[in-house]
């Protein structure tokens, strides 16, 4: 088979050790459901968070709708969400027929607006009852003041940190700050065991919970007994096993993550038509991807022109409130999400890439520029 020349925009990058774990997987033959790599992967990532307890799941959507299951949100409470995010973090709302209500960003993070989740909090028709925040492309939200806001009114926070493991806002991981937080084990994200998410909180009795839920909420009984209805959500051996490798790489793929943005920055850094996406001062972020806004040029004309060269980039995440399923969904908006998305491109991160790579793409960009 010929190697593929095609720039992708974040493929998977193995450690090179999934073999071997995955062979031992076998040996024990605890092929699925659960088995010892699953509670390695989870305390893998318990180390590496600084959380006390974690679930492992089939996806980091799975984990949130059981984020919200576990808290007892339900049909007509309102749950606050970044508008400026991949519906992943949002679907989970709507299988609890729970209410969305979006919040645009703030141009300093490009994450949720803290200011304007107390103008939602004050405007929303009845008190919600959780805000879901993400943090975009591994850089993290204001979690600090988010924090504060949410402990003041009582609101569950939930951390949509699927692209943004290993960063962290003053010495403290993302995902870390709420009564749950979500990582991601998707394909293109940062490490990857094929598909897969986790649950994390400082609760350990939420996370049985979560976990009851997750195996078909079997109560304790030496036949199958139910009381409730609960998900076939849970992570094969197979897949942790993946996970056991891709944790050992966290620090090296975060430092290359953030060694192709320098590189980018380097190369774009003084173009005056182009903008990066910001860092707060007390943050850092893992850069999954690096992206970046367009002041005068159409960012699809850019998109088109790379791919002629085989190289993969995309457009900035459109906002949910922009989007034809939330036409009538509550939000409070500020432009900001619309004009990163409408100025706005992705481009190759994956921690593959070589310097030519990163000089190359620039090379193209700024080529097509006006
Ligand atoms: C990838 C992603 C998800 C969903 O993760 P899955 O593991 O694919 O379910 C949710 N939210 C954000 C922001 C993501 O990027």
Same mark, same amino acid.
Request: charged residues 20%; negative net charge.
């Given at each position: 088979?010929?190697?593929?020349?095609?720039?992708?925009?974040?493929?998977?990058?193995?450690?090179?050790?999934?073999?071997?774990?995955?062979?031992?997987?076998?040996?024990?033959?605890?092929?699925?459901?659960?088995?010892?790599?699953?509670?390695?992967?989870?305390?893998?990532?318990?180390?590496?968070?600084?959380?006390?307890?974690?679930?492992?799941?089939?996806?980091?959507?799975?984990?949130?709708?059981?984020?919200?299951?576990?808290?007892?949100?339900?049909?007509?409470?309102?749950?606050?969400?970044?508008?400026?995010?991949?519906?992943?973090?949002?679907?989970?709302?709507?299988?609890?027929?729970?209410?969305?209500?979006?919040?645009?960003?703030?141009?300093?993070?490009?994450?949720?607006?803290?200011?304007?989740?107390?103008?939602?909090?004050?405007?929303?028709?009845?008190?919600?009852?959780?805000?879901?925040?993400?943090?975009?492309?591994?850089?993290?939200?204001?979690?600090?003041?988010?924090?504060?806001?949410?402990?003041?009114?009582?609101?569950?926070?939930?951390?949509?940190?699927?692209?943004?493991?290993?960063?962290?806002?003053? *010495?403290?991981? $993302?995902?870390?700050?709420?009564?749950?937080?979500?990582?991601?084990?998707? =394909? !293109?994200?940062? &490490? @990857? #065991?094929?598909?897969?998410?986790?649950?994390?909180?400082?609760?350990?009795?939420?996370?049985?919970?979560?976990?009851?839920?997750?195996?078909?909420?079997?109560?304790?009984?030496?036949?199958?007994?139910?009381?409730?209805?609960?998900?076939?959500?849970?992570?094969?051996?197979?897949?942790?096993?993946?996970?056991?490798?891709?944790?050992?790489?966290?620090?090296?793929?975060?430092?290359?993550?953030?060694?192709?943005?320098?590189?980018?920055?380097?190369?774009? *850094?003084?173009? $005056?038509?182009?903008?990066?996406?910001?860092?707060?001062?007390?943050?850092? =972020? !893992?850069?999954? &991807? @690096? #992206?970046?806004?367009?002041?005068?040029?159409?960012?699809?004309?850019?998109?088109?022109?790379?791919?002629?060269?085989?190289?993969?980039?995309?457009?900035?995440?459109?906002?949910?409130?922009?989007?034809?399923?939330?036409?009538?969904?509550?939000?409070?908006?500020?432009?900001?999400?619309?004009?990163?998305?409408?100025?706005?491109?992705?481009?190759?991160?994956?921690?593959?890439?070589?310097?030519?790579?990163?000089?190359?793409?620039?090379?193209?960009?700024?080529?097509?520029?006006?």
């Amino acid at each position: 088979m010929m190697k593929s020349t095609r720039l992708f925009l974040s493929p998977p990058h193995m450690s090179g050790r999934e073999q071997e774990y995955i062979a031992s997987a076998f040996e024990s033959n605890y092929i699925a459901p659960m088995g010892p790599m699953v509670e390695k992967f989870e305390e893998s990532i318990c180390t590496a968070t600084h959380t006390p307890h974690a679930l492992a799941l089939s996806s980091a959507t799975a984990a949130l709708h059981l984020a919200l299951r576990v808290l007892g949100i339900t049909e007509g409470d309102i749950v606050l969400a970044s508008s400026f995010t991949f519906i992943g973090s949002i679907s989970p709302i709507l299988y609890q027929n729970a209410t969305p209500f979006f919040i645009d960003s703030d141009t300093t993070s490009w994450n949720l607006d803290p200011q304007l989740l107390e103008e939602a909090i004050r405007k929303a028709p009845k008190k919600p009852k959780a805000l879901i925040v993400t943090h975009l492309y591994g850089q993290c939200a204001d979690l600090k003041k988010i924090s504060q806001i949410c402990d003041a009114h009582g609101i569950h926070l939930i951390e949509d940190a699927a692209e943004s493991l290993g960063a962290s806002f003053e *010495g403290k991981q $993302s995902g870390t700050f709420g009564i749950f937080g979500v990582y991601s084990f998707n =394909g !293109n994200k940062i &490490l @990857t #065991t094929s598909g897969g998410g986790m649950l994390v909180s400082p609760h350990r009795d939420l996370i049985d919970k979560a976990r009851f839920y997750s195996t078909q909420a079997r109560d304790d009984a030496p036949h199958y007994e139910h009381t409730e209805f609960g998900y076939n959500y849970r992570m094969s051996n197979i897949l942790a096993a993946i996970g056991v490798a891709q944790m050992d790489v966290l620090d090296a793929r975060i430092a290359k993550r953030r060694k192709i943005f320098e590189w980018y920055r380097e190369e774009l *850094g003084d173009v $005056s038509e182009i903008s990066f996406m910001p860092e707060l001062p007390n943050a850092s =972020g !893992n850069r999954w &991807l @690096t #992206t970046l806004t367009f002041e005068h040029t159409n960012p699809n004309a850019l998109r088109l022109l790379l791919e002629e060269e085989n190289i993969e980039s995309r457009p900035l995440w459109k906002p949910m409130h922009l989007q034809p399923l939330f036409k009538h969904a509550l939000c409070i908006q500020n432009g900001t999400s619309q004009t990163l998305f409408e100025k706005g491109l992705c481009l190759p991160s994956g921690t593959q890439m070589s310097r030519e790579e990163v000089e190359r793409v620039s090379t193209l960009i700024k080529k097509g520029l006006k």
